[in-house]
């Protein structure tokens, strides 16, 4: 018997030993492929979207317009000699801010004080001559009493009187016209403000009233003034608030974030019919000088304040062909999106007229490509979305 089995035994062995073997790899696929099925199903399951949120808000905010401007000066004079002449003085220097009344030029005045004094002359000659024949009137008018001249003489007389003082009149005003012309020999500031660019020099000669050649230009920058359009649409509500101290905003390009506040002085009185805007000005104090004439800037028109507006993040609103919506993250972490009104924008806010979004609730405002009806939000800070680039 124990030869027997010594043969049989190696045979046995080897099957035995296959079979094992391709049990056990047969346990094996089987458990990897049940591990691997239920890995995906849990990732499913669990899968979440990264999100940033914010709360919707209730809050007064100011229902506000707006626009680009232009600034423009409050006064803007050209100055001309009245009288010609050669420049003998400039009395300051090109850039300067001048006051009202304050001289800036002096032209060559010799000839014009000679001008003075030969009107000074004649006056006082046929003044003198007036006064002879005034009294040769009062003398023969007497005499006509007395019946002792004829009135062919005292009508002679008479006329003489008249011709004499309309002339002695006339030397007057022949004076007074020398005297201005002196006077205008220094040319002066007819506004206060801020000189330009110079043109003309001591020893240039001037001409009277040459208006193609100005002298120089002032520019009043203070107050100063800043011209822009509004949509006729937007008519009803600029009239609406007229008579009362309307604010206006400016913010210039070289610094955006810092707004300089004014007040609404002009509103036009028709709607330009090819542009179909209004023209409108806002007045500034402008005391730092911060607004220049041809600047444009950015204008906000603050018409009143609106209370109880429901505000969300402008990032959280999406737009799409079928309207706007937002997200709004539900407590169990679900979102759903909801159709929205925005009427307005105002800062980094979007104020809602109308929709499924109520103050208090959450809403997304970064991620909402990623977003579905119904998806799970994973809600990440702003600052970990910072540092990891956004990636969770």
């Known amino acids: 018997m124990i030869p027997s089995l010594a043969a049989r035994s190696p045979r046995a062995g080897r099957r035995s030993f296959a079979a094992a073997a391709l049990e056990a790899l047969s346990r094996l696929v089987l458990a990897s492929l049940l591990l691997g099925g239920c890995g995906a199903k849990t990732t499913?399951?669990?899968q979440r979207v990264p999100v940033l949120v914010a709360q919707a808000e209730r809050r007064t905010v100011p229902f506000e317009i707006e626009a680009t401007g232009t600034v423009e000066p409050m006064q803007s004079a050209a100055i001309t000699a009245q009288v010609g002449g050669l420049?003998?003085?400039?009395?300051?220097?090109?850039?300067?801010?001048?006051?009202?009344?304050?001289?800036?030029?002096?032209l060559d005045a010799r000839l014009l004080r000679a001008a003075v004094a030969q009107a000074e002359a004649v006056w006082a000659r046929?003044?003198?001559?007036?006064?002879?024949?005034?009294?040769?009137?009062?003398r023969g008018a007497a005499l006509a009493a007395r019946q002792l001249i004829a009135a062919g003489d005292l009508d002679q007389r008479r006329s003489n009187f008249?011709?004499?003082?309309?002339?002695a009149r006339a030397d007057s005003a022949a004076l007074v016209t020398a005297r201005l012309n002196l006077a205008y020999a220094t040319v002066r500031a007819p506004i206060g403000g801020k000189t330009g660019n110079l043109f003309v020099h001591v020893g240039d000669l001037v001409k009277a009233d040459d208006t193609a050649n100005p002298l120089v230009t002032i520019n009043q920058i203070r107050p100063i003034r800043v011209r822009f359009t509004l949509p006729q649409a937007n008519l009803s509500d600029v009239r609406g608030r007229l008579g009362r101290n309307v604010r206006v905003d400016a913010a210039t390009a070289e610094d955006d974030s810092v707004w300089i506040q004014g007040r609404l002085a002009f509103v036009d009185n028709g709607v330009d019919p090819g542009s179909g805007t209004v023209l409108l000005k806002g007045e500034f104090p402008n005391r730092s000088g911060e607004l220049w004439p041809g600047q444009f800037v950015r204008v906000r028109l603050r018409l009143f304040d609106q209370g109880d507006a429901t505000v969300v993040p402008a990032t959280a609103v999406t737009s799409s062909q079928s309207g706007t919506y937002l997200f709004v993250v539900k407590a169990d972490t679900t979102v759903e999106a909801r159709p929205i009104t925005v009427s307005r924008t105002w800062g980094d806010y979007a104020v809602i007229s109308a929709g499924g979004v109520r103050p208090g609730e959450t809403v997304v405002t970064d991620g909402?490509?990623?977003?579905?009806?119904?998806?799970?939000?994973?809600?990440?800070?702003?600052?970990?979305?910072?540092g990891d680039g956004g990636k969770t």
């Open 87 to 106: 420049v003998t003085r400039v009395a300051f220097r090109e850039g300067d801010e001048v006051r009202a009344g304050q001289p800036l030029f002096q």
């Open 162 to 167: 008249e011709a004499l003082a309309a002339s």
């Open 44 to 46: 499913r399951r669990t």
């Open 126 to 138: 046929d003044r003198a001559q007036a006064q002879t024949a005034r009294l040769e009137l009062e």
């Open 368 to 386: 909402q490509l990623r977003l579905s009806p119904g998806a799970k939000a994973q809600i990440r800070s702003p600052a970990a979305g910072k």
